[in-house]
């Protein structure tokens, strides 16, 4: 099973305030860790939303908001793609991760292309990715 691990949004990250040295090295051992059992397949953080825009879809038409977006439980500083054998596999794993400044994150499972059944046209059932376009090579 594949998880989407999100880390919140902070007052600190959306003002741009850089993790301690000590931090990153325990991240970084983490993640480490992570990979060397076979977990990890992505790990990024994000800059704060005052980089960022958002896209909103609407009777056909789409508008844009550019950050700096309120501080609200939907902001996200960071993520991480794992894969476990179970959800609770995946909350062991997090539990462990190094942070203690009331940071927070949200497990999500990620949708396989079974999930799609029969919705699935037969040219995406057909890859492992589904319709994921591919990762360009840099």
Same mark, same amino acid.
């Given at each position: 099973? #594949? ?10 990250? /959306? ?14 051992? &983490? ?5 060397? =059992? ?10 704060? %939303?005052?980089?960022? =825009?958002?896209?909103?879809?609407? *009777? ?7 950050? $700096? ?7 996200? =500083? *960071?993520?991480?793609?794992?894969? %476990? ?10 539990? #462990?991760? $190094? ?11 990620? &949708?396989? $292309?079974?999930?799609?059944? /029969? ?7 057909? %890859? ?11």
């Amino acid at each position: 099973m #594949r998880f989407m691990v999100i880390v919140k949004a902070s007052k600190d990250s /959306e003002a741009g305030v850089m993790p301690s040295t000590e931090l990153l090295t325990a991240m970084g051992k &983490f993640n480490e860790e992570m990979a060397a =059992a076979g977990l990890m397949e992505a790990g990024e953080g994000l800059h704060p %939303t005052s980089r960022g =825009a958002r896209v909103k879809y609407s *009777g056909g038409q789409s508008s844009v908001s550019r950050g $700096p977006f309120d501080l609200s439980g939907d902001l996200v =500083a *960071g993520f991480w793609l794992i894969k %476990t054998k179970s959800l609770e596999e995946a909350i062991d794993w997090m539990k #462990r991760a $190094p942070f203690d400044g009331g940071e927070e994150i949200e497990i999500r499972q990620v &949708f396989s $292309p079974e999930d799609f059944g /029969e919705a699935l046209t037969p040219n995406c059932a057909r %890859t492992k990715r589904g319709c994921a376009p591919k990762r360009r090579r840099k």
